[in-house]
């Protein structure tokens, strides 16, 4: 399975936009789900998730700004991003822990990239 991210893109400060990620097909069972970003020189850092309770953590510096959403039956996430800065600038990562089948254990899945460039 893979995860499939869409709608990155570049944006003026104080903009929005909106990010989704569905898996290739369905697996056994989805845990949290969430999405990571990435600037050059550093670690990858959460910016928010959500479990498939519907409880959501966010980075502080997105807090106010930020919304994930979850579609447990599609099995997808959404991160609606406003009031976007110039320090949102990166690449977004989507990530779950996926359960491929009911013998597999829970393992990490990451999407393949989406840019996100804020112009102040």
């Known amino acids: 399975v893979q995860l499939q991210a869409s709608g990155g893109g570049s944006v003026q400060a104080g903009g929005s936009l909106r990010l989704s990620c569905a898996p290739s097909r369905r697996p056994f069972n989805i845990r949290t789900m969430g999405w990571y970003r990435q600037t050059p020189g550093k670690e990858r850092e959460l910016v928010a998730s959500?479990?498939?309770?519907?409880?959501?953590k966010y980075a502080d510096s997105v807090k106010g700004r930020f919304t994930i959403s979850r579609d447990n039956a599609k099995n997808t996430i959404d991160l609606q991003m406003n009031s976007l800065k110039a320090e949102d600038t990166a690449v977004y990562y989507c990530?779950?822990?996926?359960?491929?089948?009911?013998?597999?254990?829970?393992?990490?899945?990451w999407g393949q990239g989406t840019q996100v460039t804020v112009s102040s």
């Open positions: 990530h779950a822990e996926i359960i491929l089948t009911m013998w597999d254990g829970r393992a990490n899945y």
């Open positions: 959500v479990t498939p309770g519907g409880a959501t």
